[in-house]
């Protein structure tokens, strides 16, 4: 009974535990909707038994449960399933099809229902099931409904239509039904059937909500057959988003929404289509008839069937829901007299009768047929019909024709069908009024008002806005611009037509009426959407109390409607709250955990406050209404949270884990917000009561951000009556001010990339660093290359350039793409809400797009492109491509001289199209160029510069303006050329034209020229090229030089006079090469970091400040005015480094640029380039140390002047002149010249010409050429100036200088070399006439005291002028000259009382204090230098000055300046010669123990007692033991001593000296000696490698020496050589000599070619007797000798004294010793030198000894001249006369037992051998 059913088993049947029981009831459905998640919704199980275990109730099992929340896995059984929802009903459904055709495709189905039930939560499914037969693509098509069914229409009333929301689709999933899988499975027919069940997900910002109808669009395919059970199989179900059915329709969905609801009510299909055209219907008058009571007209024509029938066919037309038929007889046509155009009567018998009852929109014509139809026969129908109140929203608009509607047979009964669109009901439709400002009571507001016009309204035509009491309007009201425009609303403010606004309040109404009429032009229909001014009611008022009615008139003064009017409810006028805000960070607000988020186009959170002023005193729920700026939209289903923070709900307005902040609170825990709806910017909220004053709620909501910060960025919220003030919002993250140019706009072609600066002005509203980057995506077909290009600038509020950002690296992707990344490198940033420029170079599409798309910004605060670090995003519309060119060349010149005002550029156009006459080809130049041929203000085309056509012959002549020049086709086209084989183009179009010289900088991408060819308003092609960035030029410009300095590396003054062409603050000033490669051009560059400036500005001073300098550039702070002229005097500036022209480059910038701006060339205004500037020329350098005058005194007749000078950095050309200037006053000695030391060769042409009141010169012509750095030197005789009266005047005025300079003719016109007159000439004295210093004879050996005659011969007398004065003569040696401390000579001396010595200086007083006239002598000491001084030896060489000092004292004359010297001269030094002849020999062996030998000549005789001094170079170590070898030096005693030995050039060594101490025994003068001592060389070669010997007497005077004997060469051979061992010492015997060689260590092949074995000098090497003894003769222990090289074949004989043996080059000498046995001759007499060397030769070969094919000498006479690798010296063994005693028989006995030994030892050997 009721809700329970008990089944009881029958006898004996038993249950068993794991049965499986199935129940199958029968049960009624309640009358209402249970969904399967209703908690009523719930079945239970429970068993029961009379015996054990399940006795009693008690006992009895829990009841199993099944409700929508047990789920097959939810664990409630194995076999469980889930309940069953009692679904909803849909209501008002209907499916309307487009096309009825059998097997037609893409028929749009309109459907339409009414749920019963919502949908739980967000997001739903629906599911839409058609006939088998029918089918979905796979992702099936759904689409909204025409948008005139979502209208909103008047709260008058719309007749049966009801208000229709438009299905939010998300995606449709088409699948078959699984009960039809079922069934084709177990069919035998494979028959392959199509999706017909179509899936609909509606998005979770969306919602399917009870009692709302809804209506959408869908694709589907016919089916081929028919079946009238089609016709019943159409069904509708919504869905939770979890797949629970909610509501479905009961029946089949209906066809038509005027018939009932029930079985067989759906469309189906028919035989044939009906073509668009066939079936067409027009209608008079669209007014309601409500409105006017009249019937409207309806014309059916043409109607054309597809077939043709004899047979009776049923068929019926049907009009949209809510219109209903209704003629008269005799307004029903349908003959074709009656209609025009037709060509047959309809085949009816009579006319129809009008229905009468519902459904009164179908018109029948069932059994009423006669005749025929014939589908070559057009048809037609006039009636009348019943237009209604509204269009159809919630059904289809739509008429229909069916034939055969009541046939079940599809070939023959069901022929064919159609439908017609019908028009709209003129009724005004989507009217809003609501507020922009404020709905404060007596506020300014500002109101926008909506309304969508179906009738266009004419001139005269207009709108009125009838509004509540209170408002106030301006009289003379105006339309403004609504913000945040929304789609498809346009601003009425901006259409074409002109409209007048005003306002009145009739006194009849009271009701303010402001109309909009219509002056010019016309109101198109459309919806429109305006803004206009209002002051608010004074007085709060409800909502329901503000009615507007809006109207629309063809005609405002006569009242001729145009549509319906619409009445609709306006906003509530309402008290003001205590405070309203948008809480942010510094409210305490967590974006992240709050989910805010301020990027445009976002869902973000915001949390708001308010606080009532009042407590409301409703105790039922109230509505909350939140008004966000334009643009901002709330979701239909909005997200609102109110709830306390307990510090754990995700749920809570600060996010979790964030409680409130102070001040402010949840609300009320009554204040419950029950539901939330959102409708574009407003949000409205049920609120429950309990909302108190004073209290600062705070509550977050969901809100869609605009794509765009609104200008009116005002909030509010209202509630109970009461509303905040507008309070600020929030900036969104978005790029504005967002504009794309183009550089270049023609598409690219499969031949050539058309490549394209686009630049993106943009300002950011977040700042961004490096630590990010910004990203760029073109629209698509768009390149950006992988390796990009892309500048970044900051602009002021103008769009001025502040700054280009350094650092900037964009990347493209890997393959190139639309899209790059743009990263910035060190302190480079985008300054937030500042303008900036982006700049990147492209590749424009191949094709043109219809649209042309957009470009988009992003940027990351990271280099990662999360979400999480997205900065600011925007995006601009592209710029619209265009047809290219074939060609469009722009040749400029190679160069342009800097000073022509004219560019000269050369033009070459191929054009895709034929030219027609009338057609305009123009090109447009880049701003600044003027192609006019003559200069003026106008505007006007006139005559083109210098404009020549090279082809084609006939060609229109252009007209130029400023930038533009024009052909006009006004008599001839110019056609394709017809090549079936090439692409079809016009002819090359090819000319020249001059432009000025452009005077504004341009950028690189203004820096183009733009070609259109245009056929009246049609622009058929175009292309922009690229042309050469052209810096405007500085006028009048020119550097010339201020002094005559112009040589090389010179100091010198320069002139820069311009004009400028822009005003600039700033000049740069750079030189350079000009055209010649990097280096040459840095040789041409005059340096001015040390420059000094001078401005001027029209001849006056001119405030200019060095702003920095380096190298060759200076920049100049200096304020320029355009066109006014300025001169800059540059001193100090140095000259190139080479010779030549330099090129100067003078740039202007609006300010000091960087030096990294300077060498980009970047920021320029004016630049005048390669100007060519003043010549500089080979520097001539005249040495003053070693150019000098003979006699540097007055009054000379004839001195010889030498000069010594250089060229630098190149040579004197051969054929030049040199011409020398001396300073006037002197007078050239002609035929006098005589070329020195480098002279080149010179021709007839030298002569000297002395001229009055100019220089005198001296002309040379060179035959050759003088080298660069090569020193020449000449002389030549002058007459010195005459001695002038005032010597201190002549001193300060005259000039001493001497020039040079080599030029290319006599005259010199043109300089190729200089000195700039800088040589400082010679200052001239009194002398002291002919002065000598003259030495002793044999007075010149070094180091040896001497005395020396000082001879003098002055012209003039000396003398003191005061009483006690002096006059004394200074006498300056030469460096290593040394004078006693009383250095004269011979006492008294009639001249001189003394003489001082000091040093190298000494200090003569002469007699009285007076130097007479006349000659005069001086004998004085002096100790000569240890070698002849040079010219380097501090610069004096060896010369003596004498100098005269008056009344100073002795220590002031040696202390005193050369300048104080009252007489001076300068006296040729004697040569210090070495009369000592000495050599040394030695084991050259690094590190060895030796015995150095010595032999010497005396020029001096040494008597016992003195001693001989050998001193060793540095490092060297000499000993005397263990014994000194007096070989022929006198024997005698050995010191070792260490130390210094000379004031000069000397450094501590070791010496040895010998003295000599045996009677009789003396050194005597020319006599050779030697002499050998013990040695140890250095571990490592000496850096001054002499010896020295000096002879002493025993005084310690010198006697003789010499410091600069050679020393040997230091080697590492390791060999040793042991002293000769010979057979004989007997003169002028033959004697046998065996010499042992010792190698130390390995000798590589080629590491030694030769060794040469020398005997003393007197000696005579038999050269045929030369053995190799080592090992016993063995070959092996030899040395490695090569056979083929010497005269006697492994060694030769060079002198006679000498033997070199050859070493084989391939073979090492392996280290052993080698013994050695030579025949030699003994002289008659012991050598002077009895010394025996060995010397090591080098091979003659290369590095690559041992490939023959390499020998790079002829190495069988190399050894002959090459020098000694090495060279050891041993002591010879003498000659000596023969013994007195008999010793032959001693020596026969020795020599017979050497012999039987060596005779035994022989036979040994030979019979071994055997």
């Known amino acids: ?242 797949g629970d059915h909610i509501d479905s329709s009961y029946y089949t969905v209906r066809f038509l929404a005027s018939e009932g609801e029930g079985p067989g009510t759906s469309f189906g299909v028919y035989n044939l289509p009906m073509r668009s055209g066939t079936f067409v219907l027009s209608i008079d008058n669209m007014l309601p008839y409500r409105e006017t009571g009249f019937r409207s007209r309806v014309v059916l024509f043409p109607l054309k069937v597809p077939f043709d029938s004899l047979d009776a066919v049923d068929w019926r037309l049907i009009a949209p829901h809510g219109y209903e038929w209704d003629f008269p007889e005799d307004e029903f046509f349908y003959q074709r007299l009656d209609i025009s155009g037709a060509t047959a009567d309809l085949p009816i018998a009579r006319k129809p009768i009008p229905p009468t009852l519902p459904p009164r929109n179908v018109l029948a014509f069932a059994g009423n047929f006669q005749g025929s139809w014939d589908r070559l026969q057009t048809y037609g129908m006039i009636l009348r019909v019943r237009v209604p109140e509204a269009t159809p929203r919630s059904s289809s608009n739509a008429f229909f024709v069916e034939f055969g509607f009541t046939s079940t047979a599809l070939e023959k009964g069901r022929l064919a069908a159609a439908s017609f669109e019908a028009p709209k009901v003129r009724a005004l439709v989507n009217c809003e009024v609501d507020y922009l400002v404020t709905s404060l009571a007596g506020q300014q507001n500002r109101l926008r008002v909506r309304l969508e016009i179906n009738t266009g309204l004419p001139k005269g035509g207009g709108i009125t806005l009838d509004s509540p009491p209170g408002f106030v309007f301006e009289r003379n009201c105006a339309v403004l611009a609504s913000p945040a425009l929304r789609d498809p609303y346009k601003d009425l403010s901006l259409i074409d037509a002109k409209l007048l606004c005003g306002s009145s309040v009739p006194y009849t109404t009271d009701r303010p009426l402001v109309t909009i009429s219509v002056l010019t032009g016309a109101i198109a229909a459309a919806p429109y959407e305006f803004a206009i001014d209002v002051q608010n009611p004074m007085t709060p008022s409800e909502a329901t109390d503000m009615t507007w009615i809006i109207s629309s008139f063809t005609n405002v003064g006569l009242q001729d409607i145009a549509d319906l009017a619409a009445t609709v409810q306006g906003f509530a006028v309402e008290s003001p709250m205590q405070s309203g805000k948008l809480l942010g960070r510094d409210d305490g607000v967590n974006f992240a955990s709050t989910r805010r988020d301020d990027h445009p186009g976002q869902l973000s959170n915001v949390i708001l406050s308010f606080a009532l002023t009042t407590t409301p005193e409703e105790v039922k729920s109230s509505v909350l209404t939140v008004k966000a700026p334009p643009g901002f939209s709330f979701l239909e289903l909005c997200k609102v949270v109110v709830t306390g923070n307990t510090g754990l709900s995700e749920d809570s307005v600060f996010g979790s884990g964030d409680r409130f902040p102070i001040g402010y609170r949840a609300f009320e825990s009554t204040a419950v917000v029950s539901s939330c709806k959102g409708m574009d910017g407003r949000a409205e909220l049920l609120v429950g009561p309990g909302l108190r004053a004073s209290a600062s709620y705070a509550f977050r909501i969901e809100v869609l951000n605009p794509t765009v910060t609104p200008e009116q960025n005002r909030w509010s919220i209202s509630y109970a009556g009461q509303s905040t003030e507008p309070f600020d919002g929030y900036r969104l993250w978005r790029f504005t001010e967002f504009q794309v140019a183009a550089s270049h706009t023609a598409r690219s072609t499969s031949i050539e990339d058309t490549k394209n600066h686009v630049s993106i002005r943009f300002r950011p509203t977040s700042s961004l660093t490096a630590a990010g980057y910004l990203s760029v995506e073109a629209p698509f077909g768009f390149r950006i290359p992988t390796v990009c290009t892309a500048i970044v600038e900051r602009l002021d509020a103008l769009g001025n350039l502040v700054e280009a950002l350094s650092g900037v690296e964009c990347k493209g992707s890997p393959t190139p793409s639309n899209s790059a990344q743009i990263h910035l490198k060190g302190n ?252 040459e051009a840095n040789q041409l560059q005059f340096l001015l970091e040390e420059a000094r400036v001078v401005a001027t500005e029209n001849g006056e001073s001119l405030q200019a400040q060095v702003a920095w300098q380096q190298g060759s550039s200076l920049v100049l702070q200096i304020a320029l005015v355009q066109v006014k002229p300025y001169v800059v005097t540059l001193s100090n500036v140095v000259n190139p480094k080479s010779p030549g022209t330099a090129m100067w480059t003078l740039t202007t910038y609006a300010q000091v640029p960087t030096v990294e701006d300077a060498a980009a060339a970047r920021h320029e205004l004016d630049s005048s380039k390669n100007l060519v500037g003043p010549m500089t020329v080979i520097r001539i350098l005249l040495d003053p140390a070693d150019s000098f005058l003979g006699d540097p005194f007055f009054d000379v007749v004839s001195t010889e002047l030498k000069v010594t000078f250089t060229c630098s950095p190149r040579a004197v050309a051969s054929g030049s002149f040199l011409v020398f200037y001396a300073p006037i006053g002197y007078t050239f000695v002609d035929k006098s010249f005589s070329p020195g030391e480098g002279f080149p060769l010179i021709s007839g042409q030298v002569f000297a010409l002395n001229t009055e009141q100019a220089r005198p010169r001296y002309v040379v012509h060179i035959l050759t050429q003088i080298l660069a750095a090569q020193t020449v030197k000449f002389s030549t005789r002058v007459r010195t100036p005459s001695t002038p009266s005032d010597l201190a005047v002549w001193g300060a005025t005259h000039q001493r200088s001497w020039k040079m300079l080599a030029c290319s003719d006599v005259d010199c016109g043109t300089i190729t070399a200089s000195n700039d007159d800088i040589f400082p000439g010679f200052t001239l004295k009194a002398s002291f006439g002919d002065a000598a210093v003259i030495p002793e004879a044999n007075g010149v050996a070094p180091q040896t005291r001497v005395t020396i005659t000082l001879s003098l011969n002055p012209k003039a007398s000396l003398s003191t002028q005061i009483a006690g004065g002096s006059v004394s003569v200074r006498l300056v040696a030469p460096l290593g000259f040394d004078f006693p401390a009383g250095c004269l000579a011979v006492t008294p001396n009639p001249s001189f009382q003394a003489c001082f010595g000091f040093g190298r200086k000494a200090v003569l007083p002469a007699n009285g204090g007076r130097v007479p006239a006349g000659a005069q002598s001086a004998a004085l000491l002096v100790t000569n230098a240890a070698m002849t001084p040079s010219a380097g030896a501090g610069g004096v060489g060896n010369s003596w000055l004498m100098e005269s000092f008056v009344d100073l004292s002795v220590q002031e004359v040696v202390d005193a300046q050369s300048d104080l010297a009252r007489q001076r001269s300068h006296v040729p030094g004697y040569l210090i010669r070495e009369l000592l002849k000495a050599t040394i020999g030695a084991n050259t062996q690094l590190g060895a123990v030796t015995t150095v030998f010595v032999w010497f000549i005396s020029t001096n005789f040494l008597d016992v007692g003195g001693a001989l001094e050998l001193h060793a170079p540095p490092t060297y170590e000499l000993r005397c033991n263990p014994r000194v070898q007096y070989i022929s030096l006198p024997a005698g005693a050995c010191r070792l001593l260490k130390g210094v030995t000379s004031t000069t050039g000397d450094l501590y060594h070791h010496y040895l000296s010998l003295d000599l101490t045996l009677a009789g025994q003396q050194v005597y003068p020319n006599t050779a000696y030697e002499f050998g001592v013990p040695a140890v060389n250095p571990s490592s070669p000496a850096s001054s490698n002499y010896w020295g010997l000096v002879l002493r007497k025993r005084s310690g005077e010198v006697v003789d020496a010499t410091r600069t004997i050679d020393g040997y060469k230091l080697t590492n051979y390791q060999l040793i050589v042991q002293t000769p061992l010979a057979s004989s010492t007997y003169p002028g015997m033959v004697n046998t000599v065996t010499l042992t060689m010792t190698f130390q260590r390995l000798l590589a092949p080629g590491e030694i070619g030769h060794i040469s074995i020398i005997a003393p000098s007197t000696s005579k090497v038999i050269c045929q007797h030369v053995k190799d003894l080592s090992g016993g003769g063995s070959t092996e222990a030899q040395l490695p000798l090569s056979s083929n090289i010497g005269v006697y074949g492994s060694h030769s004989c060079k002198l006679q004294n000498s033997v070199t043996l050859h070493v084989d080059p391939l073979r090492a000498v392996q280290p052993g010793s080698y013994l050695l046995q030579l025949r030699i001759l003994n002289p008659g007499m012991r050598a002077a030198r009895d010394y025996w060397v060995v010397e090591l030769l080098p091979t003659g070969l290369s590095p690559s000894a041992g490939n023959s094919s390499n020998t790079s000498v002829d190495v069988t006479t190399f050894w002959r001249t090459a020098e000694a690798l090495l060279r050891v010296t041993v002591s010879g063994f003498g000659v000596s006369s023969a013994f007195a005693t008999e010793i032959l028989p001693i020596a026969s006995a020795a020599w017979l037992q050497a012999s039987v030994g060596c005779l035994a030892l022989s036979s040994f050997f030979l019979f071994v051998a055997a």
């Open 1 to 242: 009974s009721g809700q329970t059913c008990i089944y009881v088993l029958r006898q004996y049947t038993v249950a068993y535990a794991g049965s499986a029981i199935v129940l199958r009831l029968s049960v009624n459905n309640p009358i209402f909707a249970l969904k399967q998640s209703d908690s009523t919704n719930t079945w239970s199980i429970r068993l029961r038994s009379r015996s054990a275990p399940l006795a009693g109730d008690a006992s009895a099992l829990p009841a199993l449960q099944v409700s929508g929340l047990n789920a097959f896995s939810d664990g409630v059984g194995t076999f469980l399933r889930r309940n069953s929802a009692v679904l909803g009903i849909l209501t008002g459904t209907s499916l309307t099809p487009s096309l009825f055709g059998a097997g037609q495709g893409q028929n749009w189905l309109s459907v339409f229902f009414t749920a019963e039930q919502s949908c739980p939560g967000n997001g739903a499914k629906l599911l839409l099931l058609v006939p088998s037969g029918f089918g979905f693509s796979p992702f099936c098509s759904a689409r909204p409904l025409p948008s005139y069914h979502y209208a909103s229409m008047s709260s008058q009333g719309a007749g049966v239509t009801l208000p229709t929301k438009e299905l939010r689709i998300a995606r449709c999933v088409a699948s078959i039904p699984y009960s039809h899988i079922a069934n084709q499975a177990q069919s035998t027919e494979s028959a392959t059937q199509l999706p017909h069940l179509a899936t609909i997900t509606i998005p979770s910002t969306a919602r399917i909500e009870a009692g709302s109808t809804y209506g959408f669009q869908i694709q589907v395919f016919n089916t081929q057959e028919y079946q009238q059970s089609q016709q019943n199989s159409f069904r509708i179900t919504t869905c939770s988003v979890a």
């Open 828 to 1079: 480079a940033q985008l300054h937030g809400l500042e303008l900036h420029r982006l700049v990147v170079l492209v590749l424009n599409p191949l094709s043109i797009p219809t649209a042309p798309g957009s470009w988009k910004l992003q940027t990351y605060a990271t280099k990662g492109a999360e979400y999480s670090s997205l900065l600011d995003f925007g995006d601009g519309v592209s710029f619209q491509l265009r047809e290219v060119f074939h060609t469009l060349l722009i040749i400029y010149p190679t160069i342009t001289g800097s000073l022509v005002d004219e560019l000269q550029l050369r033009v070459q156009i191929v054009l895709p199209s034929a030219v027609d006459i009338g057609d305009l080809l123009r090109i447009t130049g880049p701003a600044g160029y003027d192609f006019r041929a003559e200069q003026s203000n106008t505007q006007e085309f006139g005559a083109c510069k210098a404009y020549s056509i090279f082809q084609p012959s006939i060609f229109p002549t252009p007209e130029c303006q400023t930038n533009r020049i024009q052909f006009t086709f006004a008599t001839t086209g110019l056609a394709l050329v017809q090549d079936p084989s090439a692409e079809r183009l016009t002819p090359l179009i090819d000319f020249k034209i001059s432009s000025i010289y452009p005077r504004r900088t341009l950028s690189l991408t203004e820096t183009v020229f733009f070609g259109e060819h245009q056929r009246g308003q049609q622009l058929l092609a175009s292309k922009t090229v690229q042309g050469q960035v052209v810096t405007p030029r500085l006028q009048s410009v020119s550097v010339t030089r201020l002094d005559s300095t112009m040589a090389v590396e010179m100091r010198s003054s320069l002139r820069v006079a311009f004009t400028p062409s822009q005003p600039a603050s700033a000049l740069l000033i750079t030189t350079g090469g000009g055209s010649q490669s990097e280096s």
